[in-house]
């Protein structure tokens, strides 16, 4: 890789146009001198003016100096492009990213050889559009993503829903309700107001498909492994939530190098980490350097699945570092990872299965412990904690103190022979590492919809007092018991608030003779060089004014009537971007409530506010979400009022509810 950075020059708008006619608005850096330069795009709907510009300096800059035109571009009807949202990941999103990515092979200053970068939705439409095979993508760089929209994602897991699938849909209204920059849009209000009337409800699309219908098999990549012939880097973080991906790409990639980095971070790039800042610019820059530039990297070399293997540390809701150390498998799947098989027993395992029951029943308020769902979007306070409070309250089992030290590497699985007394019903399963003191470390979990099959496409009814089988597996994990501690298996019926519950207080019975959990057990007697990311290098930032520093809070309270509430405020901050004066302002409040007696009283609750101003221009919006459910629909509404100003020049609302199925 070079060491020799070259002057880096700046676009601060540009517009690429689209066959249709409409234009997309994109900002471009570039290395100063003679070109052409291989390209690295990030096409994401996040507004590239404000939004992500503070994380863009820290970025996109650095890839310049190291000789790439870096590119970002807002998809259409976000930031200051042209046309209306639709969808996430929809056929004009992906077929828009086509034409740029056609549109940067055409011009003087490409090279014609393109990579993509991202996180999340970045990450996501990366992987997606590789799948499509454009010419001119060479390789990807896919941070926080899912190969299966439909099973890790954010609005389903193990056939449950997840709360965020409602959380993330208000969060996404109230980013497209924005305005264009009318510096740069003349026709910025009316565009502004035909936006927002015309922003599709996607809590409530998302929520009508409740199985994996072809919906969700749109943009999942693993209906087809084969069709990705771009190599492909995968990154993630163990705080964060989409930690399956990377590992599966390692595996399952047939035409084209996949290689896994699970690092110790959350749903940030990790040199901005808050939990351990490291070198994202090195890892970035090798992949590109060996598939856009052809220099012989050491990319091609790396183990396919690079692993940050976490201890026992106090678990805390805040930003702290991880304890633990870098490991490398050469290959992925490994020789070195066996199934580890251990039968359930009362309050414990067995060297064989064990016959008798055991009753898989609690509160609907069991998860308080769980923390946010992706850690990384909050500004603190949403990590997971002791999880004593939910062990207390579930079906547990667990070793003795551990002998000797015990790793895992992979994704542990859950058979469960059982009955229920409800014709819908969910269990949760949490492993954790119990430290001597008692105090109870995540580390994994997985929700599992008993009605559905394994597929997810059927979901059908349980008929109360028959037996059933299920096999499903938990979430990759990495990490290494420590001799005296003890693992701890805890089985729910419930973990709220990360996922929606449902609609009856369920009881379930184990019967032990079909009761098994596997471990992925990693024994190795030499380990190979792990490749670790190093600390992070040093990286520019947007500089600006700070009008009020970002701030957040979390509180959890009980009511007269019994109900729990977790209630979190963020403020993001008020600051004017140094480049144009755009002054930018947003909060967030979300309030979750339930009783513990009756899920069907489950409640979320979020209201965001914008402020945009420069000189004697200034607007404000204001949106609120509520969903509620009973044992038989889910009922969704949201408004929002838009004031130009100080006056109200747009107040609408929508409401919609939909039944419920087998959720």
Not at 174 to 189: E, I, K, S, V
């Amino acid at each position: 890789m070079p060491s020799e950075q070259t002057a880096v020059s700046t676009t601060d708008h540009l517009w690429i146009p689209l066959p249709d006619g409409r234009r997309l608005a994109a900002r471009l850096w570039q290395p100063e001198g003679a070109g052409p330069f291989p390209t690295i795009l990030e096409y994401l709907p996040y507004r590239k003016r404000d939004g992500t510009a503070p994380r863009d300096a820290t970025t996109h800059p650095v890839f310049a100096a190291q000789g790439y035109a870096c590119l970002r571009v807002d998809i259409a009807g976000s930031g200051d492009s042209d046309g209306r949202f639709d969808d996430e990941y929809s056929e004009r999103e992906l077929a828009d990213g086509e034409d740029v990515l056609s549109w940067i092979a055409d011009q003087p200053w490409s090279t014609g050889h393109v990579g993509m970068i991202g996180i999340s939705w970045g990450g996501f439409n990366g992987l997606q559009l590789a799948w499509r095979r454009p010419e001119a993508l060479k390789a990807v760089v896919s941070v926080a993503s899912t190969v299966d929209r439909y099973a890790d994602d954010i609005h389903y897991m193990g056939g449950c829903l997840l709360s965020d699938n409602k959380n993330w849909s208000s969060q996404m209204f109230a980013y497209m309700t924005r305005p264009l920059d009318p510096d740069l849009r003349p026709d910025w209000r009316d565009e502004w107001l035909g936006r927002i009337k015309n922003l599709p409800f996607m809590g409530a699309d998302w929520l009508s498909h409740q199985t994996r219908d072809a919906f969700w098999k749109h943009g999942s990549v693993c209906e087809d492994w084969s069709a990705i012939t771009a190599p492909v880097l995968a990154i993630t973080g163990w705080a964060d939530a989409y930690v399956n991906a990377p590992p599966a790409i390692a595996a399952k990639l047939s035409n084209a190098p996949g290689k896994a980095l699970m690092g110790p971070w959350e749903h940030r790039y990790g040199h901005i980490s808050k939990l351990e800042a490291s070198d994202f610019h090195g890892e970035v820059l090798r992949w590109f350097d060996q598939y856009l530039k052809g220099e012989d990297s050491g990319a091609e070399t790396l183990p396919a699945y690079r692993a940050y293997v976490q201890e026992h540390f106090n678990p805390t809701a805040k930003n702290t570092p991880r304890k633990g150390r870098w490991v490398a498998e050469a290959q992925w799947p490994s020789p070195h990872v066996q199934d580890l098989c251990w039968p359930l027993a009362p309050g414990g395992f067995a060297d064989h299965p064990q016959t008798g029951n055991v009753t898989v029943a609690n509160p609907a308020t069991l998860g308080q412990a769980g923390g946010y769902f992706c850690a990384g979007m909050r500004i603190d306070n949403e990590l997971p904690e002791d999880q004593q409070v939910d062990d207390a309250l579930s079906a547990c089992f667990e070793t003795a103190p551990l002998a000797t030290p015990l790793e895992l590497l992979g994704r542990p699985r859950l058979r469960l022979r059982f009955s229920v007394d409800r014709p819908v019903a969910q269990v949760m399963a949490r492993l954790c590492d119990v430290a001597p003191d008692g105090v109870s470390q995540r580390i994994s979990y997985r929700a599992r919809n008993l009605c559905h099959d394994d597929s997810h496409e059927v979901a059908t009814r349980l008929e109360p007092g028959r037996i059933y089988e299920v096999e499903f597996e938990l979430n990759e994990c990495a990490h290494r018991l420590v001799e005296g501690h003890r693992l701890r298996l805890a089985l729910s019926t419930s973990y709220w608030p990360i996922v929606w519950p449902a609609p009856e207080a369920a009881e379930i019975t184990l019967a032990l003779d079909g009761c098994m959990l596997v471990l992925p057990e990693r024994t190795v007697t030499e380990e190979i060089e792990p490749m670790a990311p190093p600390p992070a290098r040093a990286y520019p930032t947007i500089g600006g004014r700070e009008l009020r520093a970002a701030s957040g809070t979390s509180q959890r309270r009980v009511e007269a009537d019994g109900t729990h509430v977790l209630e979190t405020f963020d403020d993001y901050g008020r600051a004017e971007n140094p480049d144009h004066g755009l002054i930018a302002d947003s909060t967030v409040m979300m309030r979750y409530k339930i009783q513990p007696d009756d899920p069907s009283t489950a409640t979320f609750e979020s209201d965001w506010t914008f402020e945009f101003a420069r000189g004697d221009w200034g607007v404000e919006i204001e949106t609120e979400n509520r969903m509620t459910s009973d044992r038989t629909h889910f009922h969704l509404w949201r408004r929002v009022t838009a004031k130009e100003g100080g006056a109200v020049v747009l107040t609408r609302e929508w409401s919609e509810s939909l039944l419920r199925g087998v959720l």
